[in-house]
């Protein structure tokens, strides 16, 4: 793979609470694990070599635990969103310097067992300036967000869901870094909000999943991502 990965690891965790009140989501252990390095072991597999680490809250921590990346086979480089939150997309435009023209977005709570590089050939091939990946979800994980049919994402709304839709955001995605500077916003900014912009106006590709994705985001989503690790060693 070519593309480099930034993973949005900068939020506050408040529904992890006490747990993330003195460290940060990305190093929560999930199976006597930091889940960060859980993340990098398999963006190494999928061949990745650079990763841009947008940290937050507590991030310093983050930093002494991953470090340059090398003792997980990669380059990590690291664009502060702090003590000023920027919103996912205002992070992502900070780390636009530590970037390349396009690149792929995780975000730092979700373990997402696909191929990345399938994921990366479907943006570079459909021209658009984004790609979104999808789940059919239908309320099974989250409100679902997403009308995509005929592998078209129609819409994607994430503040104002209708009823029609039945996909989620599954957590990656392939942007252009102009999308990003062409924000013409100088406060903070939303990604979902570009995303949703985008597809009104057809320029958010779509790519179907069917593998259900982990999280640590809550405490019940850290209890399976547990439960899936151990199964896996």
């Not at 949005?8 to 940060?24: M, Q, V």
């Not at 373990?111 to 999808?134: C, H, Q, W």
Request: some cysteine.
């Amino acid at each position: 793979m070519k593309l480099p990965v930034a993973i949005l690891a900068g939020g506050l965790a408040s529904r992890l609470r006490p747990i993330t009140e003195t460290i940060p989501k990305a190093l929560v252990e999930v199976a006597g694990k930091p889940f960060i390095l859980r993340q990098l072991d398999y963006l190494r597999g999928q061949g990745i070599s650079r990763v841009v680490l947008c940290v937050g809250f507590l991030g310093e921590q983050i930093e002494a635990v991953v470090g340059d990346g090398s003792a997980n086979g990669l380059s990590v480089s690291y664009s502060r969103d702090w003590p000023t939150l920027m919103g996912t997309g205002g992070a992502l435009r900070q780390a636009l310097p530590l970037l390349d023209s396009q690149f792929l977005v995780l975000y730092g709570d979700s373990y997402l067992p696909i191929d990345f590089g399938s994921v990366e050939r479907a943006f570079l091939n459909s021209g658009k300036p984004a790609l979104m990946t999808v789940q059919r979800n239908a309320d099974q994980w989250d409100k679902s967000n997403v009308l995509f049919v005929d592998n078209v994402v129609v819409e994607y709304n994430k503040r104002a869901p209708t009823p029609s839709m039945r996909h989620i955001d599954y957590g990656l995605g392939a942007i252009s870094a102009q999308v990003l500077a062409d924000e013409n916003t100088t406060g903070p900014f939303d990604l979902a909000d570009i995303y949703h912009q985008l597809s009104l106006s057809g320029q958010l590709a779509g790519y179907e999943v069917h593998e259900r994705f982990y999280e640590i985001g809550s405490h019940k989503g850290l209890a399976e991502a547990a439960d899936y690790f151990k199964g896996e060693e």
